[in-house]
């Protein structure tokens, strides 16, 4: 149980396009979701945290307009990374808790995003 | 103070070995802990997690270490494996929050066959 996944798990895109990532909790609901950049070799960075019907609630130094976050349902999250630069290319990553109030995060596997 | 900070950054173990992760935290409002593994190119894989009315608790070959007095906790690895060759994080949240996690920098392990 206890499952997320993402879609897709790796994009290519040109610089100035925009990439939508998807992330669902497929057999539980998630009242909040978050999600994650990370660097090789580096921890995970938390950018913002969702919950659903609601406004995400970003980290500071996150540029919320250009990273769109919508919690649509609660097994759907989506972000999308709008005109993407090089400098946005990394490892995101995104996370469930369950509806409820529990504390464990799952994960999702990851979606790589290389912009040219 | 919402800083875990996690050691080493890397260890270099051999098979059938104990691997030993620290990680210290100033917050005392943190009151869950849990541990995490990543391979590379995956997201990271809840392993086992403590809250601080335990001092230890084990599951399988790995044991979290919890020293609440020290604000200190350690994961062990009892006889490690190639297959255990992979990056672990601690992380700490709060209670009365969304539950974010605040993420140890993590440390690479290797376990050498």
């Known amino acids: 149980g206890a499952v997320v996944s993402q879609h897709p798990s790796w994009v290519i895109c040109k610089s100035g396009t925009s990439v939508k990532i998807e992330c669902r909790s497929l057999?539980?609901?998630?009242?909040?979701m978050f999600w994650y950049r990370q660097f090789p070799k580096q921890s995970l960075m938390l950018m913002a945290t969702?919950?659903?019907?609601?406004?995400?609630?970003?980290e500071q130094g996150v540029e919320k307009d250009k990273f769109l976050i919508n919690h649509a349902s609660l097994t759907l999250s989506t972000l999308t990374v709008t005109s993407a630069h090089p400098e946005d290319s990394s490892f995101y990553i995104c996370?469930?808790?369950?509806?409820?109030?529990?504390?464990?995060?799952?994960f999702g596997p990851g979606t790589r995003l290389l912009v040219l | 103070q919402q800083q875990v900070k996690q050691s080493p950054q890397s260890l270099i173990v051999q098979k059938g070995g104990i691997s030993i992760i620290n990680c210290a935290y100033e917050?005392?409002?943190?009151?869950?802990f849990p541990w995490y593994q990543q391979f590379p190119g995956k997201g990271p894989a809840l392993l086992i997690a403590?809250?601080?009315?335990?001092s230890e608790k084990k599951e399988g070959r790995f044991t979290i270490s919890f020293n609440k007095s020290a604000k200190q906790f350690s994961l062990h690895i009892m006889d490690s494996q190639p297959g255990d060759s992979a990056t672990y994080f601690c992380?700490?949240?709060?209670?009365?929050?969304?539950?974010?996690?605040?993420f140890g920098s993590g440390t690479q392990l290797t376990v050498l066959p």
């Open positions: 996370s469930a808790r369950v509806e409820g109030g529990r504390e464990t995060q799952y």
């Open positions: 057999d539980f609901q998630a009242t909040t």
């Open positions: 969702s919950n659903e019907g609601s406004k995400a609630t970003y």
């Open positions: 917050n005392t409002a943190f009151d869950y």
């Open positions: 403590i809250r601080p009315d335990v």
């Open positions: 992380a700490a949240s709060l209670s009365g929050s969304a539950r974010q996690l605040t």
